[in-house]
């Protein structure tokens, strides 16, 4: 059978610098008896400067054939003042379009030795390991009628929630499959209480439900959610919510674990010939220009995006537990890039040495 294929997108700023860290990992891999058949091409400012276009047709392509792409991260000042139409974030957009990635993934881990690092008290977030999966392609943001009208004199603001069946019952079959693979628990949130898309919502999941009996489904308001997210978050092991719901809850969840340079993400579609799902993985944090090139920035969001990868593309389960065991390692060995030393006065570690202290600690592990 072939290898799996990965595509590789750099990008712009940090980027390049994070994902040669990666590389470092997936070649370990490959002397483990893992093999990727890994292709790089250019997204964002760096495909702008080549082809004039922030993602050309040939690298679409390519990202609709591979099994998974990995991408870094794009934008940066230097392209703040193109057109809107060749913007670096427009190359983002389009994959995540083109490609029908309506599942995004959120991960909220909290590794013991950054526990210090959150705003909630210590045993609160210790250990806490949730996922949020977002509804990425429809509701709000993207609903009809929208726009701003005159009307009785006065200008008016109208945005759309709508919703499907069709699309809600995709999302909620990816958080179900994704909940068999993790803690059998599934926390649906809307606000059935008072939208008639949330009436929709919670009718449909809970119809989707039926076919994953060994799930326990609950349903939770989405406000209701907020307060227990931060309250007692480990009562939770995977929600699913929709686009806007999402978008908050999922940044709410992320910061209850510390750092921008820690969060790793999934966007998924629908299954593709050979089972996998379309699939991109990616840190949560952006080009960081005011650090790159300075080999300051932490690979670990980039590195844990890759083990999504592993877990959810390729069955790699162990492999997945394998590496994210491996950054807890280094974490709690004390090895620290400058975003995670907050005013402790230590000596931060490279991006590179922060990346061959992981694959050092996978190499210790077998
Ligand atoms: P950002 O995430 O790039 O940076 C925010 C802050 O966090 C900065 O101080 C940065 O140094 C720090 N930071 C981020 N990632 C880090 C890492 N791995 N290690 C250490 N520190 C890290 O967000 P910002 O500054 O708002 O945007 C910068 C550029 O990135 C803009 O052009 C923006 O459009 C783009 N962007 C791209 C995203 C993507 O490619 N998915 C997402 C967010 C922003
Ligand atoms: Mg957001």
Redesign the pocket.
């Known amino acids: 059978m072939a290898n799996p294929s990965l595509l590789i997108l750099p990008?712009d700023?940090?980027g390049p610098e994070?994902m040669t860290e990666v590389r470092k990992v997936i070649d370990w891999y490959g002397t483990q008896g893992f093999p990727f058949d890994v292709s790089e091409d250019l997204v964002g400012g760096a495909a702008y400067d080549a082809h004039g276009a922030p993602l050309s047709d040939e690298t679409m392509e390519k990202a609709q054939q591979v099994d998974a792409v990995l991408l870094g991260?794009?934008?940066?000042p230097k392209y703040d003042t193109l057109d809107f139409s060749v913007k670096p974030?427009r190359g983002?957009l389009r994959l995540r379009k083109e490609m029908d990635l309506f599942a995004n993934l959120r991960p909220a881990q909290c590794f013991d030795a950054l526990a210090d690092f959150s705003s909630l008290k210590k045993d609160v977030v210790a250990g806490l390991d949730i996922m949020i999966v977002r509804e990425l392609t429809s509701g709000v943001y993207f609903g009809e009628p929208r726009g701003i009208i005159t009307e009785n004199n006065e200008r008016v603001g109208i945005n759309t929630q709508r919703y499907t069946e069709s699309e809600i019952d995709r999302v909620a079959r990816s958080a179900f499959d994704l909940a068999m693979k993790r803690g059998k628990k599934l926390c649906s949130m809307e606000k059935a209480n008072v939208m008639e898309s949330g009436i929709l919502w919670r009718d449909v999941v809970t119809e989707v439900g039926k076919d994953y009996p060994e799930v326990e489904l609950t349903h939770m308001y989405a406000d209701a959610g907020a307060m227990q997210l931060t309250r007692w978050p480990k009562q939770f092991d995977v929600i699913v919510t929709d686009n806007l719901f999402g978008d908050l809850l999922s940044d709410l969840a992320a910061m209850l674990t510390g750092s921008?340079?820690m969060l790793p993400s999934a966007s998924l579609g629908l299954p593709m010939a050979n089972g996998r799902p379309k699939a991109m993985y990616?840190?949560v944090?952006?080009?960081?220009?005011?650090?790159a090139g300075q080999g300051?920035?932490?690979p670990i969001?980039c590195i844990l995006s890759f083990a999504m990868a592993l877990r959810y593309s390729f069955d790699l389960g162990t492999q997945a537990d394998q590496l994210e065991a491996a950054v807890e390692k280094v974490l709690a060995d004390g090895l620290r890039?400058a975003?995670l030393l907050g005013e402790e006065g230590r000596d931060p570690v490279s991006t590179s040495e922060m990346g061959d202290a992981i694959v050092a600690a996978l190499e210790d592990s077998i």
């Open positions: 990008g700023g940090i994070v991260a794009v934008g940066g974030e983002l921008l340079g990616e840190p944090h952006g080009s960081a220009p005011d650090i300051k920035a932490n969001a890039t975003d």
